[in-house]
């Protein structure tokens, strides 16, 4: 009997040292510089990258980047982050990236929430990065082009009726979409206004708002107290709105006037306030589950399976969220993961339908298939 236990004893503990390894083994760490440190789409992010990277078999953990986008200052908060296990970064801020890959040269970038301006254009300050293999593209925080997103706005300005308007944009140095889109915006008005029977007035030039609210003497200046609409290239949600609200409170501006802009919150007493007759009437946004692309990115490269029809580096359209209608906000409430508390099981990928999309997984995974999944998210994909 004895003879028997010590036998027993010695195969378990060689399968103890046999599966150990296998237990504790990792594929290393993948960060995020992000562009965010708060806020329901920030939560949703972490948790969403956090829950890819487990079943990947990976740590995920966050870098918060220089809140003026300075690359000494995004280097340094990665330096700080940085460990030897670390083997690939979505990063959401482009400054600093050549600081970045320059310090370690080992490791992984993919963009992601960004435009990357800075990397893509030709003359940018960071456009030596597109020489760099360690770069592997930038999918952006819906529409890439300013121009397009511009366009899109016109549109719903025409459609709703409004003669009477006004723009908003964050600086050019942070984000210069946002002044090629106002161009935009007011291009295609003016080609409307052409034929039109009632033109559409835009008053004054946007207004620039340094990452700060609305001034208090917005609606004081001239034409301003008669807007019909406010067209916010920025988070208007976080920016606008509250001034918007107060200004009305006060009768500094028409009681009926409304809001289209970008960004999401779900504070419930603002999401009470969306919809065809309420203060905001429109939000664009990134189709949240468009997470899924570059940590696939990532993935392949590090695991040595990039996917066999990779074009090489480019950048595209997230997934898009126009929610333009009391349903569609309706739904974003009660049917998306974004809702009053994060809710990841209601996002319209779980690790199952996502999983054959990475080469780790599945070596027949294709480029092209993964990006056609990841720009194919919309509001109404929550209302089926």
């Not at 330096?79 to 083997?87: E, P, R």
């Not at 293999?133 to 549109?155: P, T, V």
């Not at 409430?333 to 809710?343: A, R, V």
């Not at 990928?349 to 999983?355: E, F, G, I, P, V």
Request: proline letters at 4%; a negative charge.
């Amino acid at each position: 009997m004895k003879k028997l236990i010590a036998l027993l004893l010695t195969i378990a503990l060689l399968m103890g040292l046999a599966i150990a390894p296998a237990s504790a083994e990792s594929k290393g760490k993948i960060l995020w510089l992000s562009n965010l440190n708060s806020g329901i789409q920030y939560e949703f992010y972490v948790a969403y990258w956090k829950m890819i990277a487990e079943n990947l078999g990976y740590t995920f953990d966050v870098v918060y980047g220089d809140m003026s986008n300075d690359p000494a200052g995004n280097l340094k908060q990665v330096k700080n982050a940085y460990t030897s296990d670390v083997k690939g970064i979505i990063i959401s801020m482009d400054g600093g990236v050549v600081n970045i890959m320059d310090e370690y040269p080992d490791l992984w970038v993919v963009g992601f929430f960004s435009d990357m301006d800075s990397v893509f254009e030709e003359n940018g300050p960071s456009h030596d990065v597109m020489n760099r293999e360690k770069f592997l593209g930038n999918m952006g925080d819906n529409y890439i082009s300013g121009k397009a997103l511009g366009e899109a706005y016109a549109q719903e300005v025409i459609a709703r009726g409004y003669k009477k308007v006004a723009t908003c944009i964050f600086p050019v140095f942070a984000y210069p979409k946002h002044t090629v889109a106002d161009a935009s915006f007011r291009a295609a008005i003016a080609a409307y206004n052409e034929t039109a029977a009632e033109p559409i007035e835009i008053v004054g030039d946007a207004e620039v708002l340094a990452f700060q609210p609305l001034s208090d003497s917005y609606f004081l200046e001239q034409g301003r107290d008669e807007l019909e609409c406010i067209i916010g290239f920025c988070a208007g949600t976080t920016f606008i709105y509250p001034k918007m609200v107060e200004a009305k409170a006060m009768g500094f501006c028409r009681e009926d006037l409304q809001l289209i802009t970008g960004g999401f919150d779900n504070d419930p007493d603002l999401l009470a306030d969306c919809g065809d007759d309420k203060n905001i009437v429109s939000l664009t946004i990134q189709g949240v589950e468009s997470a899924i692309w570059p940590i696939a990115m990532l993935d392949a490269a590090i695991s040595g399976a990039m996917y066999k029809d990779y074009p090489g580096k480019e950048r595209m359209d997230s997934s898009i969220y126009i929610i333009n209608s009391s349903e569609k906000f309706r739904t974003m409430i009660e049917k998306s993961p974004l809702g009053p508390t994060l809710d990841l099981s209601k996002a319209q990928a779980q690790w199952d339908d996502m999983k054959n999309y990475f080469t780790s997984v599945n070596p027949d995974a294709s480029y092209a298939d993964l990006t056609k999944y990841c720009q194919s998210f919309t509001v109404e994909g929550y209302m089926k």
